[in-house]
């Protein structure tokens, strides 16, 4: 099999390696399995408690999430109740339009420029509440935080 320092014995057969190989694998699913279940008991206790840092005897904690886009059906509220000039005008939105290529003309869909939209957030309590919920998450990270000790 393989030693202390990763290195293969020669007296290993193929059936070894293999059946080495697939117990592990099985070993790494189970233990992905469990890690994932402790993945979601400490995002909920971190939702639970409001919390983005939590206290623990590993140290401190941060359960985070952040914004991984915006759809853009929900978006598209903020054109009913914004002058469509400073949509564009400020790069949040660009409409559908026709570009011209060598021979050929495309359709490009409309855009939002998610890096944009605190522009628009400014203009009232309305547009924030269309852009929070425009927000798609990612999925939470959990991380040890260092602290200068």
Known sequence: MVNSDGEL?????????????????????????????????????????EAELLPTTEGLIEVKQKVQSYDP????????????????????YTPEH?????ETTKLVKERWDG????????LGKEHTEIIERSKVM???TIKKVETDS
Request: charged share 35%; net charge negative; no cysteine.
């Open 115 to 122: 890096r944009k939209l605190g522009k628009i957030a400014k």
């Open 138 to 140: 990612s999925r939470h």
């Open 98 to 102: 026709e570009v011209t290529v060598p």
């Open 73 to 92: 059906s929900r978006l598209s509220a903020l054109k009913e109740i914004t002058d469509p000039d400073l949509l564009t005008e400020s790069g949040v």
């Open 9 to 49: 014995n020669d007296r290993v057969t193929i059936d070894d390696l293999v059946a080495k190989y697939f117990e592990l694998g099985r070993k790494i699913e189970m233990l992905e399995g469990a890690r994932h279940a402790l993945y979601v008991e400490i995002v909920r206790h971190a939702e639970e408690e």
